[in-house]
């Protein structure tokens, strides 16, 4: 997860996704942002393909120095998956081939 002022992108195994706009923490550390989420494919991305993008609802809660997110499309209710981030940790990422 890379954070910005303006904006927040999100790679995932086979998957990215992005936020607009600041993510802001309530008194209790917790946020809901909306945003995108974009499934990827292995092999070759032929000319014209149009990406499999889906509206998104990212929330969670933030303490110290770990991030608890969970990412759900808006547009049928599936979850993606719950994730536990830690600052300055690169993570493990496996992009589809």
């Known amino acids: 997860m890379t ?8 790679e995932l195994d086979c998957a990215h996704g992005d936020i607009p706009g600041a993510i802001t923490l309530d008194g209790r550390g917790q946020f809901d942002v909306a945003g995108v ?9 032929p000319q014209g393909e149009v990406p499999d993008s889906h509206p998104a609802k990212y929330f969670g809660s ?15 209710s599936e979850l ?3 994730f536990t981030l830690a600052r300055g ?9």
Request: aromatic share 2%; proline share 2%; charged share 15%.
């Open 3 to 10: 954070v910005a002022d303006a904006a927040t992108h999100l």
């Open 37 to 45: 989420f974009v499934r990827e494919h292995g092999g070759p991305i």
């Open 62 to 76: 933030v303490a110290s120095t770990t991030m608890v997110l969970t990412i759900r499309l808006s547009d049928s």
């Open 80 to 82: 993606i998956g719950m």
């Open 89 to 97: 940790s690169s993570g493990r990422v496996l992009k589809c081939l």
